[in-house]
């Protein structure tokens, strides 16, 4: 199947600073990917949908200052969480979606834990 | 407002015995319907979906409108199933919304 790929994996800054998560669809060309928030045992809170060549759509609750979503390419985009406190700790999760492909599956990225001291 | 319910967060039973994860949803228009899996330490990935009514790792799942319920099933567990599965519930596949998990486990 296809692979989503994300980077960093895992990363620790401080507080006050700005982190930037990729997203990289490796094998397909995405128009469309998704962000998502895990909290430790909680469900999926889907943040906003990155949209190629164009402003994405958060969700409401979503600060869009706050999470700064650039989908530059078909194969990448980024999040940037901006001015990191330790409340923005979490698990982040791209997904992305083969519409070539056909079959409508969500591939999903493995996932970058990011820790605010 | 579409919306995915998951009543148990722990399941636990037996090697061999039958399992039921349950999923209730709520959605005004046609759902479509999704369980996910996500194995220790492994990324989230599609079990199956209610428009393909296949069979995947023994699992099936049906939709019942009437119940607005997408219950995964498998009739024998095995221990490498245990791992925690989400129901999700989005137009087209995509803009899912997901339940809280249940996270499953087989014992020997």
């Known amino acids: 199947g296809a692979v989503v790929s994300q980077h960093p994996s895992r990363v620790i800054c401080k507080s006050g ?4 998560i990729e997203c990289r669809s490796l094998d397909f060309q ?6 998502y928030r895990q909290f430790p045992k909680q469900s999926l809170m889907l ?3 990155s949209n190629e060549g164009s402003k994405a759509t958060y969700e409401q609750g979503v600060e869009k200052d706050k999470f700064l979503i650039n989908h530059a390419s078909l194969t990448l985009s980024t999040l940037t969480v901006t001015s990191a406190h330790p409340e923005d700790s979490s698990f982040y999760i791209c997904s992305a979606r083969d519409f070539l492909a ?16 | 407002a579409q919306r995915v319910t998951q009543p148990e967060k722990l399941l636990s039973v037996f090697k061999g015995a039958p399992v039921e994860l349950k999923c209730n949803y709520s959605y005004s228009g046609s759902p479509e319907l999704f369980w996910y899996v996500q194995y220790s330490r492994q990324r ?3 079990l199956l979906r209610h428009i393909s009514r296949e069979s995947i790792k023994g699992f099936t799942a049906d939709l019942n409108k009437g119940e607005t319920s997408f219950h995964l099933k498998k009739p024998f567990a095995q221990e490498e199933d245990s791992a925690m599965y989400y129901c999700a519930l989005g137009p087209s596949g995509s803009r899912l919304t997901f339940g809280e998990g249940t996270q499953l486990t087989v014992n020997p």
């Open chain 1, 47 to 49: 943040m906003a949908t």
């Open chain 1, 30 to 35: 995405a128009t469309t990917m998704f962000w």
């Open chain 2, 44 to 46: 989230l990935q599609l």
């Open chain 1, 17 to 20: 600073t700005s982190v930037k």
């Open chain 1, 102 to 117: 056909g079959t409508g599956e969500l591939f999903f990225g493995e996932g970058s834990r990011l820790t605010v001291l």
